[in-house]
Each structure stands twice: as C-alpha cells, then as structure tokens.
C-alpha cells in the first residue's frame, strides 16, 4: 500500500504540518503533495525525506527574511497603500528566500514523489507540477492572490495552489497513492459583523466549502488548531509549539489500523 501525504495551504499555519512530520517519522511516506506553505514543507520533506532537517531548514531560512515578511505584512495593514499596487510582494523579493530553500534541486532530486499544485488563472485550473526546478513550483504555488506577484511557470502567470486546491488529496491518488493522509487547519470563520464584513467573509465561506470537499477523498484527516492568522509569520515557533501540544495524544496507529 502507498501512503500519500496532503498537506493544506495556510501561512505560517504550514509549520503545524512539521510537527506532524515528526509525528509520522518511520512511517513509510511515498508521495507527498502540496499547495502554497504545504508544497514548502512537502518539497522540503520529499527532498530529505527526514522530518528534523525539514524543521531545521525552513526555520533557519525564514528567521533569515523575517524582516522581509513582517515589512511587507505590515504595509498590508495600511489600506492606502495596497489601493496603489498590483501586489505587495515582488517576485525579486521573496525569490531569495525560496532560492535558499531549494537552491537548484529538481524533482527528480526528491526521495519522495512530489506534486506542487499550483493555479493557472488563464485556464481557470488547478495545475500538478511534477517536474523542472522545485523553486519555481513551489514559488508558484506559493503566490498568494492580491499579497505576491504572480510567478510566470511554463510561459504563463501561476498563483497560489490553494485557489482551488486548498488540500490536495485528488492530487496524491493521482501520483498513485492507495491511503492519503491530508494535514489540514481548523476553519474558525466569526459570524459577520455586518454587510460589509459579509463580503470580506464571502471568500472564506467559498474556501472552507472547497475545502471540505477535498478533505472528503482522504482517508485520515488530521485537523490542527492553530490560533495565528496566516500572516503571523513572527509566530511560527509558537505555531510549532501548538500543534506539538495538540499532537500529543495522537498515535501513529490510529492512522492505519
């Protein structure tokens, strides 16, 4: 039986899915797929296939552009400004970031098989990436509508694979995974506050139902709690330290019995 893993888009929530890494070590993890923060960790996981580099790796490389993230997030805070751009992160900006991550390595440099969805708003689709330089992929997959430029792959403009995709478990059958595990994040949606607030709220209701509907291909979801906004990215140790506390009464023999 080969074993998938489909790990959720979600920001700095993304570090919930090492500490589960770590929960699953010795499980034998075939095919690994991701959108957004979970193509990060799943192509960091693919490529060493060790869940201690995984957190070694992406903890150091994003304590080095923090300062990075949180210039950015905090303009985002500040409405004038985004009314006068396309988006708030340039792709010469963040590439070193993921350059640093992957350097050159391709997919066929992973131990694991790797799927990077991405989506591709000319064709209105969800896009799996199993070939060529995984910092493209994964940069690709990682480009947040409204927050990163666009990322040209393939001749065309790609945006986050969470679009669509937000967990990709159809993804993980397709590269030939009998029992997909998807690592996914708890959806606290506050009831709207008024009409405007209803807008605002629309595309999270349309994210969660999408959502919902992956989830229902896997067979073992694991839902984490985490109380940080996907923008918190000063947060991820403690965003780490959360889901280590709420993995702590799970047993890597409840997944396959």
Request: aromatic share 12%.
């Amino acid at each position: 039986m080969r074993i998938g893993l489909a790990l959720e888009a979600g920001g700095v929530k993304g570090v919930a899915h090492i500490a589960l890494l770590e929960k699953l070590e010795g499980m034998d993890i075939e095919i690994v797929t991701g959108s957004s923060i979970g193509a990060v960790i799943g192509a960091l996981f693919a490529l060493s296939g060790d869940s201690k580099t995984v957190k070694k790796k992406f903890f150091s490389t994003l304590k080095k552009y923090l300062p990075v993230f949180r210039d950015k997030i905090r303009k985002s805070e500040t409405p004038w400004f985004s009314l006068f751009q396309k988006s708030l992160v340039k792709v010469e900006e963040i590439y070193p970031f993921f350059k640093d991550l992957f350097d050159r390595k391709r997919f066929s440099d992973c131990k694991k098989k790797l799927g990077v969805v991405v989506f591709d708003p000319v064709e209105e689709e969800s896009i799996l990436v199993t070939e060529g330089f995984l910092v493209d992929a994964v940069l690709a997959s990682s480009s947040v509508p409204g927050f990163f430029e666009p990322f040209w792959l393939g001749g065309a403009p790609s945006l986050d694979g969470g679009v669509l995709c937000p967990v990709p478990v159809r993804e993980a059958r397709t590269l030939g995974a009998d029992f997909v595990i998807a690592s996914a994040f708890e959806d606290n949606i506050p009831p709207p506050t008024d009409h405007v607030d209803m807008l605002f709220k629309l595309a999270d209701w349309k994210g969660k139902l999408l959502k919902e509907e992956d989830m229902k291909l896997a067979d073992c979801v694991i839902t984490h709690r985490v109380s940080f906004d996907w923008t918190d990215f000063e947060n991820y140790r403690e965003v780490y330290k959360e889901a280590k506390v709420n993995l702590e009464s799970f047993e890597v023999k409840q997944v396959i019995g």
